[in-house]
């Protein structure tokens, strides 16, 4: 059974830093490129970040590009966003997934492409 679980949420000044985890069981972490997603209420889901399978490649939606930075360890089967100069707009559920090299070698802005999904974590930055 395949798990992706995100940790390190929470509340935040703007201007802030706080760094998320997610820890993926159940799959054989190496074949995935990983993805960050966020999702603000009312709003879509929307792509922030991605790493490929061996993490040597990154890219990143615009509005978070030069703020936060994606990383993985496969030795842990973890994935990572340092983010930093949070902003009250960043407020939002932050999702990682899972896609399998082979569609995406470097991950996807597509939401439905994703093959595992975690279950979210709570990120609130303060005014």
């Known amino acids: 059974q395949v798990q992706l679980v995100e940790s390190g949420g929470g509340l935040v000044q703007a201007g802030g830093s706080l760094r998320l985890s997610c820890a993926a069981s159940?799959?054989?972490?190496?074949?995935?490129?990983m993805g960050w997603f966020r999702q603000a209420p009312g709003k879509e889901r929307k792509f922030v970040a991605a790493v490929s399978r061996g993490g040597s490649a990154t890219y990143y939606a615009d509005s978070v590009n030069g703020r936060f930075t994606i990383s993985r360890d496969n030795a842990k089967n973890t994935v990572y966003l340092q983010m930093n100069s949070l902003k009250p707009e960043d407020t939002a559920v932050y999702y990682c997934a899972a896609i399998i090299f082979s569609r995406h070698w470097v991950g996807t802005e597509c939401v439905p492409e994703y093959d595992y999904w975690g279950q979210g974590t709570q990120v609130t930055v303060s005014s």
């Open positions: 159940g799959l054989t972490f190496s074949k995935y490129a």
